[in-house]
């Protein structure tokens, strides 16, 4: 006898798959831009460059958990979306509050209107689908 081995539950159902489509192009996005800036310039503004490197970290871990599914998975996600927010919303305020800190612009300035709000509106999005995509347990 062999033991079966179950497979995590997906997570990327329905508006999950919205949610991967929108954090893998977050992925490409962010990590891209920081790549360049932090090769080219990065003397110009380590700080922004360096969080947006971050946010590329980020989002590709909760890309990555999305996919792989199951419930450790969807927690990891959960834990890192809410983390995600709070960077965001710390990000997006220091911007406006002390905007000589970051000389160029990160991901997550004024709350991601570079980039169309899609970085606060992301994790609210992803942290109601998670939160509501729970596995039963047997």
Do not use: H, N
């Not at 497979?7 to 999950?16: E, N, S, T, V, W």
């Not at 996005?29 to 490197?53: H, M």
């Not at 990555?64 to 305020?93: D, F, K």
């Amino acid at each position: 006898m062999t033991a079966v081995q179950e497979k995590p539950a997906r997570l990327i159902g329905g508006p999950g798959l919205v949610l991967v489509w929108f954090y893998g192009v977050m992925v490409v996005g962010a990590v891209s831009r920081s790549a360049y800036q932090i090769a080219t310039e990065f003397d110009r503004a380590p700080l922004a460059y360096t969080l947006s490197a971050i946010a590329g970290v980020v989002y590709g871990f909760i890309t990555y958990s999305l996919v792989r599914g199951g419930e450790t998975a969807r927690r990891a996600a959960q834990l890192c979306c809410a983390a995600e927010l709070v960077g965001v919303l710390v990000v997006g305020t220091w911007t406006l509050i002390e905007p000589s800190a970051f000389p160029d612009a990160t991901v997550w300035s004024d709350y991601g209107m570079g980039y169309v709000f899609i970085p606060v509106l992301l994790p609210l999005s992803a942290l109601y689908w998670l939160r509501g995509s729970r596995t039963a347990k047997p």
